[in-house]
């Protein structure tokens, strides 16, 4: 999803379509907090951080107060400060159905992996392991114990998956710069070399 918004955004030729996409995609992040889909969450403000979009600054000094509030606290709560410490906590207190950022849990489970041995010393099960894998595996199914009522959308699917018109990285940093050109270098003068 994040090459996705990403696209959007660069696909809007104008300042004012730019602002626009920008806002609709903070409220559709907004939205999949509400819904508890943070990893919807986390890639639309990934999106909006990667180099392509952050570094449209004629851009972002239009965007709308309330539109900046909203991102800003968004951004605050996907943070990676503190191994997730504000998207973990929000995790603990939210009821099932949800969707949470997976890579939080994959990291969990390889640090346990790496750092723990199978076996003990004493040549025993290291269970203590066992039991820490288990509990994040538990926790991620407890999410999944209660399903959305969300009606599925065969159009809305096939649009977000659809690969076939997104940018790759190297084009949405080449059309980044084609709509907001870096800012020349004050005191570089052309010698006519």
Not at 83 to 102: A, E, G, H, Q, S
């Amino acid at each position: 999803m994040c090459r996705l918004v990403i696209t959007e955004i660069l696909s809007q030729p104008t300042i004012n379509g730019r602002i626009q996409c920008i806002e609709k995609w903070g409220t559709v992040a907004d939205i999949c907090r509400y819904l508890r889909n943070f990893n919807g969450v986390l890639q639309i403000m990934a999106a909006f951080v990667n180099s392509s979009i952050y570094r449209l600054k004629q851009t972002w000094d239009r965007i709308s107060k309330q539109s900046k509030h909203v991102i800003n606290k968004l951004q605050t709560l996907v943070h990676s400060d503190g191994k997730f410490k504000n998207l973990r906590d929000t995790l603990t207190k939210v009821d099932p159905p949800c969707i949470p950022y997976l890579g939080l849990y994959l990291s969990d489970l390889t640090f346990i992996e790496e750092s723990s041995q199978d076996i003990s010393e004493k040549k025993l099960i290291n269970f203590s392991k066992m039991r820490m894998k288990t509990h994040i595996i538990s926790e991620v199914r407890r999410f999944q114990s209660t399903p959305f009522k969300i009606k599925h959308n065969p159009r809305v699917c096939a649009y977000l998956l659809n690969p076939s018109r997104l940018l790759s990285e190297d084009q949405c940093y080449g059309l980044s710069l084609q709509l907001e050109p870096r800012a020349s270098r004050a005191g570089v003068t052309n010698l006519g070399v």
